[in-house]
C-alpha cells in the first residue's frame, strides 16, 4: 500500500494522494506525518469563526485564572486538524464523510503544542446500494508531542472501489517545459 504515482505517458506521472476502498484492510494502523503545531492565530481565527464567545479560548488574563493557567485551543479546532492529518490516506478519494462518533477530548490542547495522529481501520464493509463503493469505520487519536492524547473519534467514510474514482485530470499541453 503506498501512495501512487500514475504514469500518463513517458517520463509523464500524476500523483494519486489517499487509498480506494480496496486498499484497506480491517487493522490497518497508520501514522499521519507531518505533524501540525498550533499558533495563537489558528486558535483565534477558529474561535471567530465558530462564534465560541467562550474567554478561555482567547483572553490570556481569564485563561490564567483558571485550572489550566493559559488559553485553551478551541475543541472544534482539535477536531478539525486531528481529522485533516488523516485526509491524505483515509479519505483523499473519499465519495463522502458519513460521520463522527464518540468524540472525546481527555486532556487539553494549548498554543504551541504540536499535534499528532494515528488511526486504525476498525471495520469495512461494501455500500448496501451501490456496488462500485464502499465503507470503511476509523479510530483516530490526535496527541500532542509529549504523547498525551488529547481526541480520539470514530470517523465513517465512504470510499470508491478501485477504478470509481473521480477522475480529475487536465488537457493541458506541456510543451512549454521544451521551449524554457
Known amino acids: ?17 489517499g487509498f480506494n476502498f480496496d ?20 486558535n483565534i481565527w477558529e474561535t471567530l469563526i465558530t462564534v465560541n464567545q467562550h474567554p478561555i479560548h482567547f483572553d490570556e488574563e481569564y485563561a490564567k485564572r483558571t485550572q489550566f493557567g493559559r488559553t485553551l485551543v478551541n475543541s472544534t479546532l482539535t477536531l478539525s486538524i486531528v481529522t485533516g492529518l488523516t485526509v491524505n490516506i483515509l479519505s483523499a478519494k473519499a465519495i463522502a464523510n458519513l460521520g463522527w462518533d464518540n468524540v472525546r477530548l481527555p ?3 494549548f498554543v504551541g503544542d504540536t499535534i499528532y495522529a494515528v488511526s486504525k481501520v476498525m471495520s469495512k464493509r461494501e455500500s448496501a446500494k451501490l456496488s462500485d463503493r464502499g465503507i470503511i469505520k476509523v479510530r483516530t487519536i490526535g496527541y500532542n508531542q509529549n504523547n498525551i492524547v488529547i481526541i ?28 524554457a
Open 152 to 179: 480520539s473519534f470514530d470517523r465513517t467514510i465512504m470510499l470508491p472501489k478501485q477504478g470509481g474514482e473521480v477522475d480529475y485530470s487536465h488537457n493541458i499541453d506541456f510543451q512549454w517545459f521544451d521551449n
Open 23 to 42: 486498499d484497506f484492510s480491517t487493522g490497518d494502523i497508520f501514522e499521519h506525518r507531518p505533524g501540525r503545531t498550533i499558533t495563537a492565530t489558528d
Open 107 to 109: 486532556n487539553p490542547l
Open 1 to 17: 500500500m503506498q501512495n501512487r504515482l500514475i504514469e500518463l505517458g513517458e517520463q509523464h506521472f500524476r500523483e494519486s494522494n
